[in-house]
């Protein structure tokens, strides 16, 4: 019960008025910053880290906590409405959340995405509070063999959603594979792809594909179409808000998502990527009915943003468990929070939750706050959000344009990178005028490498030896998952099939 | 509007191979609007992933050989999705041959042109160092053009107001330095 | 331009107050993404400099990539002399110049002084039969292969300091079985899980799991015993190691010596500051000030030694 008094303590400070308003401030920031694409949560904290010092080791950590949730919040709208994520949490929301967009229904994609952050953010929160010890030992058991097993689990399962013509998502995978390779080699030091241009001899940040490729893709192919722009566009069509039958819908996707956020967590696979990616296909797969219609016929499935939404808040919830425990960052939020604590001449390991318990619950206890401050403040606004889309197209897709270069140009600090965005931006369009899906290229530039490394890293360790991959039996376990995730249905299909054919025969 | 949407619908409308527990390859699992017509533009798609692979090829069989105890250099995964790439590329050329891509609107090349002008005199501005506002004011008007919205005063406007809050927010609020031009320079010395 | 001079103008007889400060203006460039360690050490000194009244007005500008060379090579070709100008960087840039052929390298600046330094560490799983460096050198002249490397990126101050012990160890450096990852962090789960034989990093990196018993310490690399560590180093069990990832500031080529003079003024009195040392104290990094001329041959020595690692470790050609 030990949990619980030093939560309602750390609660108790965390609800006084001045750090509730740091929480305010935090939200707000938060969400402004992370509307804008190419600059994230964690670039956002770095650069506030400086000024935070006066502001008292409580006072700043929830103020973060409020930027990060905020962060994550922001780039989710401008996923739903402008089909534009920033970052690589909010991708998956970006497929259907756009297409509830454009038949006027954004608002219910907000409220969805706004709630299941809140969901998947106290599921992870309270997770961290509970069995924390347990998933630090699941975290320290998997090897580049186990990681590698989940890498293919993620491959299988994301190009099996595809959906429309494989050889088209395959390629676009493909390509994604082959921006990946782009860089220095992590195990090596050998340089790929970059003919000899040194901006490039660094991998390309993620946030210049998917900008170049969402945003700027989209805006060029918007334009080459013979329609007349300045009719308004249909924003809102309904109620904005979620009703009864909406939200009965998201409850099973929510439950999934968080669950899924939550165990890859605290897996040092790069963070949000992977769980948001797998509660994408498994809402996509799982889906009957009404729901099954939405995304069969592209009319956005509200499933397809519930679930993820609640699946990067609950990861990040989930990073910080290995963060605290064993001083181990896994994502680069988890990294600038890392720092945030050293500021204050804490050092997040085994010692920390016997020496400073009361920040870590303080910690929390913030989370929970600035999580709460975030449905609060920001499903009142969601009215107010989506009216962007009533603004003239001409000026709403300039304003894009202009917003996308400056997070790019801001974050990387060259103008080259808007050499890369503009080649990144035609690939998009050609993609799009010819029916290519954009997710599996995102997908493989994000996952290619770490697999890549996982298999390299585990070769090097076993010497050359490549019996080291089927020889763990949580890798055996993932890949038998992987196995029946792809094929399982299909498997179940041809049974059936068989078992009623034996029954007319009979 | 219904154009555009019956556009992304054709993106994941779902092939008969979702439905049947078998998966095709080319040709018939395009989404079944296919034109019939061999098609050039799937050539040149087909024959630039053709190139594609052949330049991931040269380049990883540039690398010089380093000693590792995995066997397993950098230059095998290259090698890989250069093959991959291949079995696509001869894909793509079959199913634009037999016309499996979906018909295409017809390209507005004046607005898509527009666009890109507006990114790269935002580049060329940036890098003959006029600075942050002044490059993004043009890029927001060109990109105003290219969605025929043709009040070039006014998107000016709209354009340096943007901009001008912009940078302001970044500069001073958050510290990020933008890149730096006469204006910013003058704004930072009346500020300071 | 005319706005700008105006501007200028007007500007000027405003701040004239702060005029009281040793400078009026500065530049420092981090060749890094904000968040980083050379972000990091930029800001602070923008701080410090800043709030000890010493410069009135500082811009911090991140050009990030490729090992801080692209950053200096903008540096060399935009800022050669100018007076105001600055730069930091770090061991990382030697080793970067190298690996990247770099047109521009450190010898094309104007070195000022090493601010910080960092020592590296060799730590291992605390039940790992390997106790000390005698340990590790037998197990490596016994099976070089067998011996993992758990550390930082290719070619990085984690990667010489494993490949100095193993010339010293009297193994080929390049024959080494040493495994990157992304930073000491991510390395920290497959030491711990016992997946690699030995970690290599920086102390900070480590110091948590140090401090919790959780990894125990082969080896420092000082010269000297540290007061924060209670472990041997590398020098007194015999192995003559001596490396340090230590932070720089430099200033533009083609200045004059007086302007160097008051760069390097300025500089010493932040690094001798109360400030400076409360904020590297927080930070967990040690001042290692080395200024002028005994930085300068420093550097040299450190560019000579370093490409000569990379070269025995197969990085450098």
């Known amino acids: 019960m030990d949990v619980f008094t030093f939560l309602i303590d750390g609660l108790g400070t965390a609800m006084q008025p001045m750090n509730l308003m740091f929480a305010l401030v935090g939200v707000m920031l938060g969400t402004a910053v992370g509307v804008m694409p190419g600059i994230g949560p964690a670039l956002t904290v770095a650069l506030l880290l400086p000024v935070s010092l006066s502001f008292g080791a409580t006072g700043s950590m929830i103020m973060f906590a409020g930027i990060y949730y905020g962060g994550m919040y922001g780039g989710a709208i401008s996923s739903i409405l402008l089909n534009t994520p920033g970052e690589t949490a909010s991708i998956m929301t970006a497929l259907e959340g756009n297409r509830m967009a454009r038949r006027g229904v954004g608002g219910k994609a907000l409220g969805a995405a706004a709630f299941g952050s809140f969901f998947g953010g106290m599921v992870g929160t309270l997770g961290l509070a509970l069995v924390a010890p347990f998933m630090v030992m699941v975290a320290l058991s998997f090897g580049t063999a186990e990681y590698f097993a989940l890498m293919v689990l993620s491959f299988m399962t994301v190009s099996a959603a595809f959906g429309g013509s494989m050889s088209r998502g395959l390629t676009a995978l493909f390509i994604g594979l082959t921006i990946g390779l782009v860089g220095t080699d992590k195990l090596t030091g050998q340089v790929r792809l970059a003919f000899g241009v040194p901006e490039m001899s660094d991998n390309i940040s993620i946030a210049i594909v998917a900008v170049g490729l969402f945003a700027i893709g989209e805006t060029m192919y918007l334009a080459s179409q013979h329609i007349n722009h300045k009719t308004k566009a249909q924003a809102v069509s309904g109620s904005v808000w979620l009703n009864w039958e909406d939200i009965k819908r998201c409850i099973k996707p929510y439950m999934r998502g968080a669950g899924l956020g939550f165990l890859f967590g605290p897996l040092p696979t790069g963070g949000a990527e992977i769980p948001t990616f797998l509660s994408y296909t498994t809402e996509k797969k799982l889906a009957k009915g009404q729901a099954r219609k939405d995304f069969d016929e592209g009319r956005g499935a509200i499933e397809g943003v519930a679930g993820p939404e609640a699946a990067n808040n609950a990861s990040a919830a989930g990073t910080l468990i290995p963060l605290l425990t064993l001083g181990l960052p896994t994502s680069a939020t988890a990294a600038m929070m890392l720092a945030g604590f050293q500021q204050y001449g804490l050092q997040p390991g085994p010692l920390l939750f016997t020496n400073s318990a009361d920040l870590v619950w303080g910690l929390v206890a913030s989370l929970f706050i600035a999580n709460l401050m975030l449905v609060v403040l920001n499903v009142p606004l969601i009215g107010i959000w989506v009216r962007l889309l009533t603004i003239p197209r001409p000026w709403l897709y300039a304003g894009i344009l202009t917003f996308a270069t400056l997070g790019i140009v801001g974050a990387q600090g060259s103008a080259f990178a808007l050499i890369l965005l503009l080649g990144f931006g035609l690939i998009g369009f050609v993609m799009r005028r010819f029916g290519y899906p954009l997710a599996p290229a995102l997908v493989g530039a994000i996952l290619g490498p770490l697999a890549e490394e996982q298999l390299r890293r585990g070769l090097m360790i076993n010497r050359g030896d490549w019996s080291f991959l089927v020889t763990s039996n949580i890798a055996l376990t993932i890949y038998a998952i992987a196995f029946l995730s792809v094929f399982g249905p299909r498997l179940w299909a041809l049974g059936r099939r068989q078992l009623v054919a034996r029954r007319q025969e009979s | 509007m219904s154009r555009e949407d019956n556009k992304a619908a054709g993106e994941t409308r779902l092939s008969p191979a979702e439905t049947e527990p078998e998966i095709r390859l080319y040709g018939e699992d395009e989404t079944g609007n296919g034109t019939g017509l061999r098609d050039l533009a799937g050539l040149v798609i087909a024959a630039s992933l053709f190139g594609l692979a052949l330049l991931i090829y040269s380049d990883a069989a540039s690398y010089p050989v380093r000693r590792s105890y995995a066997q397993f250099g950098p230059e095998i995964f290259p090698f890989i999705i250069a093959a991959g790439i291949v079995v696509l590329a001869c894909i793509t050329a079959v199913t634009a041959w037999r016309g499996g891509f979906e018909a295409r609107d017809k390209l507005n090349l004046a607005g898509l042109g527009w666009i890109v002008a507006a990114i790269c005199a935002e580049i060329l501005m940036l890098y003959s160092g006029t600075g942050f506002i002044l490059a993004s004011t043009v890029l927001f008007a060109l990109a105003a053009r290219a969605f025929g919205q043709t009040t070039h005063l006014l998107n000016f406007a709209i354009g340096a107001t943007m901009s001008t809050l912009l940078f302001l927010l970044f500069r001073y609020a958050l510290g990020l330095a933008l890149p730096n031009g006469p204006l910013e320079r003058a704004i930072d010395q009346l500020l300071r | ?317």
């Open chain 3, 1 to 317: 331009m005319k706005l700008f001079k105006v501007a200028a103008l007007v500007s000027a007889t405003l701040i004239a107050p702060a005029a009281m400060a040793q400078m009026s203006e500065m530049q420092i460039m981090a060749p890094a993404a904000p968040g980083g360690g050379w972000d990091q050490t930029a800001r602070t000194i923008q701080a410090t400099l800043q709030s000890e009244g010493l410069v009135s007005n500082i811009q911090v500008e991140n050009v990030a990539g490729a090992g801080g060379t692209i950053g200096l090579q903008q540096f060399v070709n935009r800022s050669t002399g100018s007076p105001t100008a600055t730069i930091v960087g770090g061991y990382v840039m030697v080793g970067a110049v190298i690996a990247n052929a770099s047109p521009v390298s450190l010898s094309d600046v104007t070195p000022l002084a090493r601010l910080t330094g960092e020592y590296v560490v060799v730590v291992a799983a605390a039940d790992s039969p390997i106790n000390s460096a005698d340990d590790l050198a037998a197990a490596l002249n016994e099976d070089v292969g067998a011996v993992t490397w758990a550390g930082g990126s290719a070619g990085g101050v984690d990667h010489i300091a494993a490949g100095q012990f193993a010339a010293v160890a009297g193994v080929a450096p390049e024959e080494i079985n040493y495994i990157p990852y992304a930073g000491g962090g991510e390395a920290l789960a497959a030491i711990l899980g016992g997946q690699v034989s030995v970690g290599v990093s920086g102390y900070s990196e480590f110091s948590a799991q140090i401090d919790a018993g959780a990894l125990k310490v082969i080896g420092i690399t000082a010269p000297e015993r540290q007061d924060y560590l209670d472990a041997p180093t590398f020098i007194e069990q015999g192995y003559d190691i001596d490396v340090q990832n230590w932070r720089m500031i430099a200033a533009a080529p083609g200045i004059s010596d007086d302007e160097k003079a008051a760069l390097l003024d300025v500089i010493t009195q932040m690094a001798e500051s109360d400030t400076w040392n409360a904020e590297l104290a927080t930070k967990g990094w040690v001042n290692t000030f080395l200024a002028g001329d005994d930085f300068a041959t420093y550097l040299e020595e450190e560019v000579v030694a370093t490409t000569a690692i990379l070269q025995d470790l197969g990085i450098a050609e």
